[in-house]
């Protein structure tokens, strides 16, 4: 038998792992439902998947964000951990989704978009994919320039382009041979190396937290302590960018991994192991990073690091250089999977060639932006606005409109079919509806990103909680009559036997 089961502890059958990896591997080249017997039933894969994407430079940077926005301590972190719970115990429905599917998110939205309608979010996750990794190949720059400052290499006082350059080129090297090996590669690599990197963290934190003269009563800016309306309007402006907002931002890469988790999993395991490894190294490497910051109020990795470490840099920026590539591997496998569900006939690993090409030229010209706060600001806030908004869809579909769904085969049917839209119009309106309440809600670093209502509020920024409101909101009312005409494709929220029997007539 092609997919015969071996004995994991317990005497536990791990599904799929007397597949041939070439086997394994040809069900993820092209866009398919993951079959039962090429899953795996062990959750911790996801736990460390996560945690590997969220232990990195710049989540250490967005906590030393919200200090150099002018909050205090306290408040930036309060905002990471409240933000952070919210955003990750959403998170945690489209992990299960994935799971429930066996299919990618890109691909899912065709329910929602329909067949040529979702072409437009997964258009928008690519681009938004090449985004993320070059900015997370970016920040590493500055920690392997601080280190090779250290150890005499190169000048800090230079600028030093051609050696960014080159340090950048090996490092997508290294992340698009992973992604382009697959997911089994993507999580033996994070459960390997997170482990470690781990205790790296730990030895960091305590060095930071006890024998550092870390400010742990900062409260702000010396002589602009931010009051009243001011300090709630940043506040809210930190909570979309760092707090509910990075959580959110996840919505999109969930079912991607997901999919390759077995249904006889238990689905209260799924959700914890994959949110708590999104919540904790957050809200730890946050709180780190803030406190950081309170003795420089710097925002940039390299001084973050140097500054306060000093001669112990070394280690430390040797071995943190593995979280943005940990990272990095997710955004580009993604890139992969989104760009196939456009229809595109080329194979998931060229493309993962592609991106790398993509993301390098974005990185070098990131290398000479020079104002790095703004830049990160505008681009986080950027990115909720579109993924709350597609989130608050994704969700009134799968666990409203067609709860009881199971046959998820008709969404890798060509355009036309009378299964699927060709265009879902009360997703496509519903989308455009929230992404214009976002706007009006947002307040963003540049005037274009600041909306009528935001700014009448005094700067407090609402964009991710509108987005998601108005768009589920829009589409609850309007999807069962659009797609009511659809055989197979009938809303399913009176019952199981309704939608078998559409089935069964089509």
Known sequence: MAFEMTKAAGGQAPVGEGVPSAERGAFEEKLQVIPESARTRRTGGQFWIWAGANIAPINWVLGALGVNLGLGLWDTFGVIVVGNLIGMTMFGFFVLLGQRTGLTGMVLSRAAFGRRGAYLPAAIQAVLSIGWCAVNTWIILDLVLALFAKLGLVDPEQQNVGVRIAVAGVIMLIQVIISWLGYRAIAAFERWTVPPTLLVLIAMSITAWFFMNLNWGYAGHPGHILQGAERWAVMSTVMTAIGIGWGVTWFTYAADYSRMVSNTVKKSHLYLASSAGQFIPVAWLGLLG?????????????????????????????????????????????????????????????????????????VVFLIFQTDFATVLDTWLIGLVAWVATWGGIMLVHFYRIERHRTDFEVLLEPPGTRHIPVVNWAGMLSFAAGMVATWMCMYGALPIMQGPIATAMGGVDLSWLAGLVVSAGLYWVLAPIVCRQYDGYEPTTRGSAKHAASVEKS
């Open 290 to 362: 803030a406190s950081l910051a309170t003795t420089n109020g710097a925002v940039d990795p390299g001084q973050l690091i140097v500054q306060n470490f000093g001669t112990l840099a070394i280690p430390v920026l040797a071995l943190v250089v593995h979280g943005p590539i940990a990272t990095n591997i997710l955004n580009i496998y993604t890139f992969s999977v989104a760009t196939q569900s456009l229809d595109l006939n080329i194979g998931r690993r060229k493309l993962s060639t592609i991106v790398g090409v993509f993301s390098m030229v974005v």
